[in-house]
């Protein structure tokens, strides 16, 4: 499975739009793109996932380059309760997911 | 519908002793993981299985092992348990699928001293 890239850290403004960044520029055809969020010491939880085009569903949007080589998961108007790590991760499904370290998000009033 | 239910959720080990953390999902799922998380860290893959019978190894599979007897049921064994060991053990299962991705546990807090 492809290796995934993202900011150690990012800062967002309640009410804002957060949007996170992934670089996965050794991105295979089959594989998946996905997205999950770790809320302090909860065990993550899936947020999206996408192919090649940009998706949508009651949590977030995921945009995805036309080259496939990164991706943006967007929350678009961030609340205290989103401050979380969130995960970029790519794989084809198969056995062996590997989660990285993350982007820890912080929203602030 | 439980989802994922890990026990026990916190627990306290000497060094040299073995124990179990349990693992059980109710959604029918073929894919079952482990993962331990050190104080901010990422997730670390211990062990997974893709169905009853079937097992493998993951990053950091040593001084753990896994058995899959059933397809609800995935414990993790620690073998003789030491200081390195202490972490946050998280189970996840999905479909083969991997429509909603990986659900997850709410983890075993575990200290070795």
């Known amino acids: 499975d492809a290796k995934t890239t993202q900011p150690t850290s990012m800062d967002c403004a309640e009410g804002r739009a957060a949007n996170l960044p992934c670089n996965h520029s050794?991105?295979?055809?089959?594989?998946?793109v996905y997205w999950y969020r770790q809320i302090h010491s909860q065990g993550p939880q899936y947020i999206i996932h996408g192919l090649k085009n940009n998706e949508t569903n009651e949590m977030a949007s995921l945009i995805i380059t036309e080259d496939r080589k990164s991706s943006t998961l967007i929350l678009p108007h961030a609340t205290l309760r989103d401050t979380a790590v969130y995960y970029c991760i790519v794989h084809t499904g198969g056995f062996k997911t590997i989660f990285g370290a993350g982007t820890r998000l912080f929203v602030k009033a | 519908n439980a989802g994922v239910t890990q026990t026990p959720k916190f627990q306290v080990l000497k060094t040299g002793q073995s124990m179990t953390l349990q693992c059980a999902q109710d959604?029918?799922?073929?894919?079952m993981s482990w993962y331990r998380q050190d104080p901010g860290m990422g997730l670390r893959l211990i062990h997974y299985s893709v169905g009853a019978g079937i097992t493998d190894q993951g990053e950091v599979p040593n001084g753990y092992n896994v058995s899959r007897s059933t397809t609800e049921d995935f414990p993790l064994r620690l073998l003789s348990a030491a200081p390195s060991q202490t972490s946050v053990y998280f189970c996840?299962?999905?479909?083969?699928?991997?429509?909603?991705?990986?659900?997850f546990g709410s983890g075993t807090r575990l200290t070795v001293v």
């Open positions: 959604m029918n799922h073929e894919y």
């Open positions: 050794t991105i295979s055809g089959n594989e998946y």
């Open positions: 996840a299962s999905r479909n083969s699928d991997n429509l909603y991705g990986y659900t």
